[in-house]
Nanobody
Framework: QVQLVESGGGSVQSGGSLRLSCVVS????????SAWFRQAPGQERERVAS???????EYSESVKPRFSISQDSSKNTLYLQMNSLKPEDTAMYYC?????????????????WGEGTQVTVSS
């Protein structure tokens, strides 16, 4: 059974930092795509960052170069380091995994999702 469990969200002031973590269990695929998405109220879910099995990363333009995605295979954990946070970064953040070798932007291409962790940035 696949499980993705996020943690690390919270409330910070503008300019602050947070690190999100996502523990992935039950995945038998070594070469798959992991990603962070976010969704603000009334907005579509958007991909923030992704990393494939080879370590190639992609970011949305709105978070470059403030955010950094990484993974620790020994701990089955995906991370999102978020620096210089802005109020517009406020959203529910989700980690997701795709059983494909490449990373895609559309949420529909990701088969497994966590429950989400809230990030709130105040001005």
């Amino acid at each position: 059974q696949v499980q993705l469990v996020e943690s690390g969200g919270g409330s910070v002031q503008s300019g602050g930092s947070l690190r999100l973590s996502c523990v992935v269990s039950g995945y038998g695929y070594r070469d798959y795509c992991s990603a962070w998405f976010r969704q603000a109220p009334g907005q579509e879910r958007e991909r923030v960052a992704s990393i494939d099995g080879r370590g190639n990363t992609e970011y949305s333009e709105s978070v470059k170069p403030r955010f950094s995605i990484s993974q620790d295979s020994s701990k089955n954990t995906l991370y999102l380091q978020m620096n210089s946070l802005k109020p517009e970064d406020t959203a529910m953040y989700y980690c997701a995994a795709s059983r494909t070798t490449g990373c895609w932007e559309s949420p529909a291409t990701y088969s497994d999702w966590g429950e989400g962790t809230q990030v709130t940035v105040s001005s």
